[in-house]
Every structure is written in structure tokens, then in C-alpha cells.
Nanobody
Framework: VQLQASGGGLVQAGGSLRLSCAAS????????MAWYRQTPGKQRELVAS???????NYADSVKGRFTISRDNAKNTVYLQINNLKPEDTAVYYC??????????WGQGTLVTVSS
């Protein structure tokens, strides 16, 4: 499984972005997909996840502002980010859980929020 993330950028506080992650390869093995984020010196943290049955889970810090969704026809997972805050600045990574419990990661896309 290969994951290609895109959509990051520089945005002012209060603005919005939509991140995309396109999966290719053995996509039929994918169950859960998720977005994580990481800032320098900190551990990578789970932002949002979505199962193959479209059950979603969010970190408390992003509930009500972030929405994860997936388009199975396009093999793509999205993260809609609204009301961005400076503390949302991070590298955002796409993740997929594949067959045999394999973990797959995208290359990361940088989101920078200016105050």
C-alpha cells in the first residue's frame, strides 16, 4: 500500500484546509485509515480515524473542527479542517491499516497556521 498525502499549506487562524490521502497498491487490504500529526520534539498523535464501516474517532482537541471521510471509489481519505488554530501547526501524516496488521504511512504534509 502506498499513501500520497496532499493539501497542506499556510493558512491564517480561523481558516480551513482539506487534506487528501490517495491510496494505491493493495488497497483491498485496507481497513482503518487515519490522520496523525507531529510537531518537533513531540510524539506523533492520532487526530482522526475512520474504519471501513465509516465509524469515526477524533482527538478531543479537534472535535467539532475536523472531519474525516473516505471515498472508496477514489481510494482516498480526506481531513476537512475548519477554524484552524496556531496549535494545529504540524506535519500531518496519513495512515492505513492493511492486511496482516501492517501499518502504512504517507509522506506527511505540512500545515502551518499563522496567528
Amino acid at each position: 500500500v502506498q499513501l500520497q498525502a496532499s493539501g497542506g499549506g499556510l493558512v491564517q487562524a480561523g481558516g480551513s484546509l482539506r487534506l487528501s490521502c490517495a491510496a494505491s497498491g493493495n488497497i483491498y487490504s485496507i481497513t482503518t485509515m487515519a490522520w496523525y500529526r507531529q510537531t518537533p520534539g513531540k510524539q506523533r498523535e492520532l487526530v482522526a480515524s475512520i474504519t471501513s464501516g465509516d465509524s469515526t474517532n477524533y482527538a478531543d482537541s479537534v472535535k467539532g473542527r475536523f472531519t474525516i471521510s473516505r471515498d472508496n471509489a477514489k481510494n482516498t481519505v480526506y481531513l476537512q479542517i475548519n477554524n484552524l488554530k496556531p496549535e494545529d501547526t504540524a506535519v500531518y501524516y496519513c495512515y492505513a491499516l492493511g492486511g496482516w496488521g501492517r501499518h502504512h504511512w504517507g509522506q506527511g504534509t505540512l500545515v502551518t497556521v499563522s496567528s
